[in-house]
């Protein structure tokens, strides 16, 4: 786990390769502390942070291969590593490293760009094929490790994270219109695009080539469902999907440092962690994070779990106080504006790990979308099933069942509660119909948008937009896949593995690691009949077989507890001084996003606790992170020639509360 | 013109830059989500001195600016 950063192109001069280099991967000093390295040849510049955890001696990037030919800056891990190399030892390859890297190197020797289909890994890499003067950008099949790219003066430029790529002179950052309307409706932007304007994404399973003048980007896998019907019916498959994740968890607990796990208390981190103990050559470590509100604190299952595993466990308390606190830090690392808190308490959960010396964690993430776990799934059954008979006063009352954390609710007759969810027949054929609720909720947002800005976006559809980039064979899939489709391709890697995930783990030099994401286990799971995942409505039904027996059954039965923490609950109780400041009118006016009025409105509404509805809360987490965005990325840079190293954004900004980070330091070149 | 006002500061946190005709669809237009029905219900209570019981919590008396003047013309005339 690491961060790489480079260029290719003739825009950068020979005698400042070096210093740029230096200056990018120094942007990413928290992504791999523990060395780093640099390679510049003609038109090519490579950067490289590591944070060692397989091949500790010898495993230093930009790595070469042995004749020198092809050359890689490579972030991530590649779990079946072990495997890929023996055979291609048995074909005759030599090692020189003990390193995956070195396993990516000779696989491309091989194979070339189909190298990357034998890979079951997290990564994100860029090679450099001296031979066939080729440059090839790739990334992981779920979108683990992220990878950004811009151009500039006919020179790509690339990076891990952003905030490396601001550090290249003339590399502005501005918040692009659009992302922000699609994070306002959907909670993320759709790839390629980003918060930046004028900076990309390469979208997770796909590469990006360049070679003979020409930049080609495409997809080298795609997550695929069967047509409807044509589920694969497996008489043993709660035997195969064990066996599958047993061996998930054994290659994921390669390294040559101790691995650890998170603990929610829920069945996915819970069966993770019971495999691994099982696994581990030692005592296994958990970590779990603590609130102070009942509604958002699980630590009696966590507690459960621990005990009933034996590991060494940990909690993270975290306080309202403590979000409002790290928010803009978070900010800065996720880079993004974003509609909740939730990824606050996961940094000082990382931040934990990371003080209790461990660098790689397992995560239960991706079971949720795989196995049907989230409530949007079962939400989408009732609502179809309500639609089919829209007078019935019976059927909408299940969907109290289904949400018993919201208040609201319960006092809702029939009624209101199918106008709520939309469960109307009419809606039955909409491509979106899983989502549409949560997408039209969220977008009512969008009310704060400044009379600019909501004249620049006009008539744009954030929906509409995302309906367009679904697959042809979408339509010819069951409902109930089609809804995981859009959680797994869009929801997974643009939020919940980057915000929730690389982002706020790499805050603290952590790399997660994700068993259920296996590609073997990712294929299974597409493939399984619907009703094995969703039985009625009880979410994740296989999951639960596979559980008996390693998970106690008070886990594997309590109701799901969906992750989420104080959000403007979070900045109420004592508000922080840089709320005033980039909630002011001015600063609103100044930023030129939102509706100042409006905003002031909604800011004493939630900080007097005087609603707890989630649109409003939403609203305000949206309108304070998307300030924050924009404090720490201001649209005129800093002096980039004078940071020497470190990146030189929202470092400056301080108050009473908060101050930003500043750990970065020069890079050896 | 209270239900109005009341709609427009709670609910569109003061912009009034589009139209809110008597009859529009509270729900349907996305003003107002389950949270926001009960914010209603509570100054409907509060300021008109009317009793709203579950059996009222339909569309048909809430659901948009005429309905709910009526439903609370209703409940004082009886």
Not at chain 1, 503 to 511: D, G, P
Not at chain 1, 628 to 635: C, R, Y
Request: aromatic share 8%; hydrophobic share 40%; proline share 6%.
């Amino acid at each position: 786990m690491c961060g790489i950063a480079g260029y290719f192109g003739k825009s950068v001069a020979p005698t400042e390769a070096a210093t740029l280099l230096a200056r990018m991967a120094g942007a990413l000093y928290y992504r791999g502390p523990d060395d780093s390295g640099i390679h510049i040849e003609r038109d090519t510049g490579l950067a490289h942070r590591r944070l060692a955890i397989v091949g500790l001696s010898d495993g230093q990037q930009p790595m070469a291969s042995a004749e020198g030919s092809l050359v890689i800056s490579y972030n991530g891990e590649i779990f079946n590593y072990v495997e890929l190399r023996a055979a291609l030892i048995a074909k005759g390859r030599q090692f020189r490293t003990h390193s995956d890297t070195e396993v990516i190197l000779h696989l491309y020797d091989e194979m070339g760009p189909d190298c990357l289909s034998e890979l079951n890994g997290d990564f994100a890499f860029a090679l450099w094929d001296t031979k066939r003067q080729r440059m090839l950008l790739a990334r992981d099949r779920m979108g683990v490790r992220p990878l950004f790219y811009t151009e500039r003066a006919g020179t790509l430029f690339f990076a891990s994270e952003i905030k490396a790529l601001l550090t290249v002179p003339g590399i502005e950052a501005e918040l692009d219109p659009i992302a922000l309307d699609q994070i306002f409706t959907l909670w993320t932007p759709i790839t390629p695009r980003t918060a930046f304007r004028n900076i990309s994404e390469l979208p997770p399973g796909h590469l990006m080539l360049i070679e003979d003048g020409r930049r080609t980007v495409r997809p080298w896998w795609r997550l695929q469902f069967p047509e409807n019907g044509e589920e694969a019916q497996r008489p043993d498959a709660a035997e195969e999907l064990r066996a599958l994740l047993d061996d998930a968890t054994r290659i994921r607990l390669r390294a040559d440092v101790r691995v650890g796990s998170y603990l929610s208390g829920g069945l996915d981190s819970s069966l993770i962690s019971a495999l691994a103990a099982r696994a581990a050559p030692d005592r296994l470590r958990t970590f779990s994070v603590t609130f102070d509100t009942e509604e958002h604190d699980e630590s009696r299952w966590q507690a459960m779990m621990a005990e009933t595993l034996g590991t060494e466990h940990s909690a993270a308390p975290c306080r309202a106080g403590d979000i409002a606190r790290l928010f803009p830090d978070v900010v800065r690392h996720m880079e993004r504006p974003v509609l909740r808190t939730a990824p606050a308490p996961l940094h000082m959960l990382s931040g934990l790990v990371h003080h209790s010396g461990l660098k790689v964690v397992l995560t239960g993430e991706g079971a949720d979308e795989l196995f049907a776990g989230y409530d949007i799934f079962r939400e989408a059954r009732l609502r179809r099933f309500c639609g089919r008979q829209p007078g019935s006063k019976i059927r909408p009352q299940l969907f109290r069942r289904l949400y018993p954390y919201l208040p609201g609710l319960k006092r809702q007759s029939p009624e209101y509660l199918a106008k709520f969810f939309r469960a109307s027949a009419d809606e039955i054929g909409d491509p979106l119909f899983s989502h549409r609720p949560r997408f039209r909720s969220t977008a009512a947002a969008k009310l704060f948008f400044s009379a600019e800005l909501k004249a620049e976006l006009a008539d744009y559809d954030a929906a509409a937009d995302l309906a367009s980039q679904v697959p042809p064979e979408f339509s010819r899939w069951h409902p109930l896949h089609q809804a995981q489709y859009l959680e797994t391709a869009f929801l997974l890697p643009g939020y919940i593995l980057s915000a929730q995930g690389d982002r706020v783990m790499m805050a603290n030099s952590i790399e997660g690691r994700f068993p259920f994401l296996d590609p073997r286990i990712v294929e299974f799971a597409s493939h399984l009949p619907p009703d094995v995942k969703l039985r009625g409505l009880k979410e994740k039904h296989i999951l639960k077989t596979v559980a008996k027996g390693l998970v106690p059954d008070t886990i594997i039965e309590r109701p799901k507890q969906p992750y989420r923490a104080p959000d403007s609950q979070a900045f109420a109780g004592a508000p922080t001084a840089y709320l005033d400041e980039v909630l002011s009118r001015g600063a609103l006016a100044k930023g030129g996003l939102f509706n100042p009025a409006a905003v002031e409105k909604l800011k004493s509404k939630v900080l007097h606790q005087e609603s707890s509805s989630f649109r409003d809360d939403a609203a305000f987490v949206g309108i304070l992170s998307t300030q924050l965005w924009q404090a720490t990325f201001p649209a005129q840079t800093n002096d980039k020639r004078n940071t020497d190293g470190a990146d030189g954004h929202g470092r400056r900004h301080q108050d009473g509360n908060t101050q930003f980070h500043s750990r970065e330091l020069p890079v050896r070149g | 013109m209270e239900i109005r006002n009341f709609i427009v500061e709670n609910f569109l946190f003061g912009d009034d830059s589009q139209p809110l005709p008597d009859d529009l669809s509270l729900i349907e237009n996305d003003l107002v989500d389950s949270t926001g029905i009960l914010e209603l219900v509570s100054f409907v209570e509060e300021r008109f001195g009317v009793k709203v019981e579950d059996a009222d919590l339909v569309p048909a008396n809430l659901d948009s600016i005429g309905r709910i003047v009526d439903f609370i013309g209703r409940k004082q005339a009886a």
